[in-house]
């Protein structure tokens, strides 16, 4: 049986580098899962595809921005952390503003987001919304 999914859950992540550490001292992702439409653009937004015929020969074009594909998607999905901090233990705070494919979280927040992490964080974001073989019961 399939079981409905909670478009408003939080999920608490945590990235590979910190899942050996005590969960006190683990950063913790908040995310949630993409919407099908805000899924459908961002797909839509960062992969185009295209065929043309030059003198009776047909070539196919496809591009994507994966990089900023994957960006997005933390723009979209990453809601807020627990226990992320800098040099000195100061708690750090993410800032965001706008609302669903318009939201974007700040220059200054990402920054601070080591690049490997910003990857883990995307692909949690997108994959959020499916089923496991486990949860599917296969």
């Known amino acids: 049986m399939v079981i409905a999914l909670d478009p408003n859950a939080t999920i608490r992540f945590i990235a590979s580098c910190d899942r050996e550490l005590p969960e006190d001292e683990q950063t913790v992702w908040l995310i949630r899962p993409l919407?099908?439409?805000e899924r459908a653009a961002l797909q839509d937004d960062y992969a185009q595809a295209s065929l043309t015929s030059k003198n009776g020969k047909?070539?196919?074009h496809i591009a994507m921005r994966i990089n900023s594909m994957m960006l997005a998607a933390v723009?979209?999905?990453?809601?807020?952390?627990?226990?992320?901090?800098?040099?000195e233990g100061?708690?750090?705070r993410l800032i965001a503003k706008g609302e669903g494919v318009r939201r974007k979280i700040s220059e200054g927040s990402l920054a601070m987001i080591p690049e490997d992490v910003i990857t883990e964080i995307s692909d949690a974001v997108q994959t959020a919304a499916s089923l496991s073989r486990a949860e599917a019961g296969n």
């Open 35 to 37: 919407k099908p439409s």
């Open 75 to 87: 723009h979209l999905g990453l809601m807020g952390w627990e226990n992320f901090q800098d040099g």
């Open 58 to 60: 047909q070539e196919q």
């Open 90 to 92: 100061k708690d750090m």
